[in-house]
């Protein structure tokens, strides 16, 4: 018989699945549609669990932030041109907040698209992906998916994690390839995501920096969190005795109760401080770029950076001790001089931090607990703070505007990387997807604190959270509107453009897809409810109507807000 006759085959299709199965993948979040139904039919029947979205951009969030909780790429499949573009947003907010993510999209063939013969749904994808992501790729022959496959996941997780786009032609799927050879193809990345160790110089200078210090303080960010060095972050700030303050991404790596915490004093930490030594936080606009009456006199900060990035230094202000290196090497090797050269910050300081973080929290403390008709943003917020402190491992998602900045200061964090929210850009919508990713990267309940604006960007994706049944408990906090529930046409012939249909029942829509919808008033039924969901595992929509007179325009940020000064005649 002739050899060839029986001679194994393989395809690409299969090659992706086995290339992806091969470095670990065990979840891929997509939509179907031309050209890459079958992929993830076939990726579904080979074990890895795909999880099917209403739209594009949701599943692109839930790959990212399963990227940052698991420190391997999340993966998004999509189609080509739209699906792919409703993707990009998820994309592009990836590689903004450093999670580690890549976008699968099948494309058209390079012969038509580069002669523009106006192909089915025809596109240059991978021109129009690479100025959103870290990096971006396209394989064109099977014998190269191994190779792609690989060069993606390394872009993804080394150095500063991001978001990568790999772009599939349709033919490519179907080519195919003799078994042996298809095999001998696939790469297993070894060390993707490599330590990158500081100098010891580096370290030496940071130290020294840090002894001159009267008034430190530690900022711990997101990439603080993402590193997953947890204890060695725990050690820096109680062997230094420096206070912290975590970016909202951070709460939790220590406990928001924590002695040391400075959360609640963030502003007198801020401006007081004199040396400030950055962990995985960038003096981007949520730390005012580093300058203004925000950080006190001018010049009057030395800065110490632990970034991954050489280039993020003197990025906003000069940076006197930058550490270059993995923040786990970083942390460790400064570990080793701390108390030794270092001794702890003089009392006075701390407890300055501790006199007005105490302060702040009784003023707070004085607006949760109302068990008021019509709930406002604290007394609803006052119900969720007690929960969370009582259900510590649950995960929290959170988006708004008053929703999301004040349920910050509200709801205390006690574990690392359970608060997961609009991060660097201030992004709506990435609830649902973040929600989906969360229960089925760890298992955990999820509590979505959601404004009913931010809600509304991903809302559809209540059914596919039914659909896989997944422990997910959304809170909508409806205020009938953006930031508030009041605005009106000065016209008298529309609604105002802010605010929407009066008393809607969000409840309602998980009711559609067989979920728990309970509509709620006081924050006693509002902890009732959420306690009942949490018990039980079931999707929930609990409707949490909310004063509309309620809060304040964008939140804390509405000095973002440019204002006319033009007075109309
Ligand atoms: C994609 C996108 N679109 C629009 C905005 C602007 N925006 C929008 C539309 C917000 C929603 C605020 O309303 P909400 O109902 O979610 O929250 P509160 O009413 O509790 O403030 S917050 C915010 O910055 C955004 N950040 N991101
Ligand atoms: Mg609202």
Redesign the pocket.
């Known amino acids: 018989t002739d050899a060839s006759v029986h001679q194994e085959l393989t395809d690409g299709f299969n090659l992706v699945i086995d290339a992806l199965k091969l470095n670990g993948i065990e979840t891929i979040y997509g939509v179907p549609g031309i050209p890459i139904t079958d992929l993830g039919r076939m990726a579904q029947a080979a074990g890895i669990r795909v999880v099917s979205f209403r739209h594009e951009q949701h599943a692109g969030n839930a790959a990212a932030i399963a990227g940052f909780l698991t420190k391997k790429p999340g993966i998004c499949l999509t189609v080509s041109a739209p699906g792919f573009l409703n993707g990009l947003t998820a994309l592009a907010n990836a590689t903004t907040n450093c999670f580690p993510m890549i976008l699968i999209s099948g494309s058209s063939e390079r012969e038509i698209v580069d002669l523009q013969q106006g192909d089915y749904e025809e596109m240059d994808q991978l021109s129009i992906a690479k100025p959103l992501c870290k990096a971006a790729f396209r394989v064109l022959h099977a014998e190269d998916i191994g190779i792609g496959v690989a060069r993606a996941i390394r872009a993804a997780v080394s150095g500063r994690p991001g978001g990568v786009y790999l772009d599939l032609p349709a033919k490519l799927l179907s080519q195919t390839l003799d078994a042996e050879k298809g095999a001998k193809s696939l790469i297993k990345v070894i060390d993707p995501a490599p330590a990158q160790i500081p100098a010891p110089e580096a370290v030496q200078r940071a130290i020294d920096v840090l002894k001159t210090a009267k008034k430190p303080l530690i900022v711990l960010g997101k990439g603080a969190a993402y590193a997953q060095c947890d204890d060695a972050i725990r050690q820096l700030v109680e062997k230094s005795g420096i206070p912290f303050v975590p970016m909202s991404m951070a709460k939790g790596l220590l406990p928001d109760t924590h002695p040391l915490s400075a959360g609640a004093a963030r502003s007198t930490a801020l401006k007081d401080s004199d040396v400030v030594l950055l962990v995985g936080a960038r003096l981007n606009w949520l730390l005012s770029h580093g300058k203004g009456k925000t950080w006190g006199a001018p010049g009057s900060k030395k800065f110490i950076q632990i970034d991954i990035e050489p280039k993020e230094m003197d990025s906003n202000v000069e940076i006197v001790a930058p550490l270059v290196g993995d923040i786990g090497s970083c942390v460790n090797a400064l570990l080793g001089h701390i108390n030794a050269d270092c001794p702890p910050p003089p009392a006075e300081w701390t407890n300055a931090i501790v006199e007005k973080r105490n302060a702040n929290i009784a003023k707070m403390a004085t607006k949760l607990g109302k068990n008021s008709i019509p709930m406002d ?1 604290h007394s609803a917020l006052g119900a969720l703070r007690t929960i969370i402190e009582q259900r510590p491992d649950a995960i929290l998602v959170n ?6 900045d004040l349920a910050r200061g509200v709801i205390n964090m006690y574990q690392p990387r359970k608060r997961l929210d ?1 991060g660097t850009w ?4 990435i609830g649902m997807g973040f929600a989906v990713a969360a229960a089925i990267e760890t298992g955990k309940p999820v509590l979505a604190v ?6 509304g ?1 991903s809302g559809m994706e209540v059914e596919t959270i039914c659909r896989y049944n997944l422990p997910v408990c959304i809170v909508v ?1 409806n ?1 009938n ?4 529930g009041t605005d009106t046409d000065p016209t008298g012939r529309d609604p105002g453009t802010t605010v929407f249909v009066k008393d809607s029942r969000y409840d309602k829509m998980m009711e559609a897809f067989g979920g728990v919808g309970v509509h709620v008033e006081t924050p006693d039924a509002l902890s009732r409810a959420v306690n009942e969901a949490m018990d039980s595992g079931r999707p929930t929509l609990i409707n949490a109507a909310i004063d509309p007179e309620a ?1 304040s325009e ?2 804390n940020i509405g000095n973002l807000n440019p204002q006319s000064v033009v007075k109309k005649k």
């Open positions: 943003f988006e708004g505007a008053n929703t999301l609009v201030g992004v709506m919508g959601e404004g009913d604006s931010a809600f960007f906090f205020n509107g953006i930031y508030r809060g964008s939140g």
